[in-house]
């Protein structure tokens, strides 16, 4: 071996040692970030956990967890569910959200529904979440499935539409106590679909569509109703008005005519006074002879073959139709 041959030889040893070194350097050195942990086994015996930061291991060791977890995912179209397996030794310690698949749910009154729900949970404990459980993910959806079916199982189809916050309030409290023990924490359970049966919810619209026209009926009628209140008290009211009106009429028309009447009167007794004072004839036979004079008009109307008879005694019409001449004389 010549001196060319032992330094190639030399070389050769030497990038393979540094292979070595950068290879164990991969493998024992690690960076883990923020919201991030990785568990450590020594000799097969979990030894601690890294947190956020730079770590370095001993080499043949020490060696990280390996998790194979599987999840249940939509597919492309977001139609169907396929559950796909995940190997990873980096454990996210943020909140996570699993989208279950639809559950065929019996209800109390035997009516078989489809649900699907989303669960928001978060890893608090990552050793019991490895150690304690065998897949973490699946172990949720089965407790989920079986807790599910024993919620809606207890209640109505009526009563499981309308408390969905009731249903995703009492899965979570049983699913976090449930999970208490594998380090997670259930933070929030919501239900997205509750489709029942096709002919349930035909039924369903139908009830509906029957309900919005009664109540459609009912705010009709009331409507009428009111109408033919506000009308009848608006008849009413006029009628009040046109009664005050007409009856404050007949009150100023009668008291004009009091007045007329009055005015007339006091004219009377004011005339039968002066023909007492200036004729000195009796009051009587002066009025009597007004009478006659005003009816002689009235009784010859009508046609002239007529005969009209006036009954009256002449000397008293005479009498009474002096004071009047006197009168006449005393004006002119």
């Given at each position: 071996m010549n001196f060319y041959t032992f330094q190639?030889?030399?070389?050769?040893?030497?990038?393979?040692?540094?292979?070595?070194?950068?290879?164990?350097?991969?493998?024992?050195?690690?960076?883990?970030?923020?919201a991030e942990v990785i568990l450590v086994e020594r000799l097969g015996k979990f030894h601690r956990m890294l947190g956020p930061g730079l770590h370095i291991l001993i080499p043949f060791m020490d060696s990280t967890?390996?998790?194979?977890?599987?999840?249940?995912?939509?597919?492309?179209?977001?139609?169907?569910?396929?559950r796909v397996s995940k190997s990873f030794n980096r454990i996210d310690m943020r909140e996570s959200v699993y989208d279950f698949p639809k559950q065929s749910?019996?209800?109390?009154?035997?009516?078989?529904?489809?649900?699907?729900?989303?669960?928001?949970?978060?890893?608090?404990?990552?050793?019991?979440?490895?150690?304690?459980?065998?897949?973490?993910?699946?172990?949720?959806?089965?407790?989920?499935?079986?807790?599910?079916?024993?919620?809606?199982g207890s209640m109505d189809l009526d009563e499981t539409l309308v408390s969905r916050d009731q249903i995703n309030e009492q899965l979570r409290i049983i699913l976090d106590e449930a999970s208490h023990k594998w380090g997670v924490k259930v933070n929030r359970v919501e239900l997205q679909e509750v489709n029942p049966p096709e002919d349930i919810r035909q039924a369903m619209e139908k009830q509906m569509r029957a309900e919005r026209n009664r109540r459609a009926q009912i705010l009709e009628a009331e409507g009428t109703k009111q109408a033919l209140i506000l009308?009848?008290?608006?008849?009413?009211?006029?009628?009040?008005?046109?009664?005050?009106?007409?009856?404050?009429?007949?009150?100023?028309?009668?008291?004009?005519?009091?007045?007329?009447?009055?005015?007339?009167?006091?004219?009377?007794?004011?005339a039968i006074a002066i023909v007492k004072e200036k004729a000195g004839a009796d009051p009587l036979n002066y009025l009597v002879a007004l009478q006659y004079i005003?009816?002689?008009?009235?009784?010859?109307?009508?046609?002239?073959?007529?005969?009209?008879?006036?009954?009256y005694e002449t000397s008293s019409l005479i009498s009474s139709l002096a004071p009047i001449k006197k009168m006449f004389e005393l004006v002119t």
């Open positions: 190639l030889y030399g070389a050769l040893f030497l990038v393979g040692l540094a292979v070595v070194i950068l290879l164990l350097f991969l493998k024992t050195v690690y960076v883990v970030k923020q967890r390996t998790v194979l977890w599987s999840f249940v995912i939509p597919d492309e179209g977001g139609f169907m569910h396929v749910v019996i209800s109390k009154d035997n009516v078989m529904m489809q649900i699907s729900a989303l669960i928001y949970y978060q890893i608090t404990d990552p050793k019991s979440a490895v150690y304690e459980v065998y897949n973490l993910p699946e172990a949720i959806e089965k407790l989920t499935q079986t807790t599910l079916r024993n919620v809606v009308e009848a008290e608006g008849v009413q009211e006029s009628t009040i008005l046109r009664a005050k009106g007409t009856a404050e009429s007949n009150i100023i028309t009668a008291q004009g005519e009091a007045q007329a009447r009055l005015k007339m009167a006091e004219a009377e007794a004011q005003k009816a002689l008009p009235e009784l010859t109307k009508g046609k002239n073959d007529k005969l009209v008879i006036i009954p």
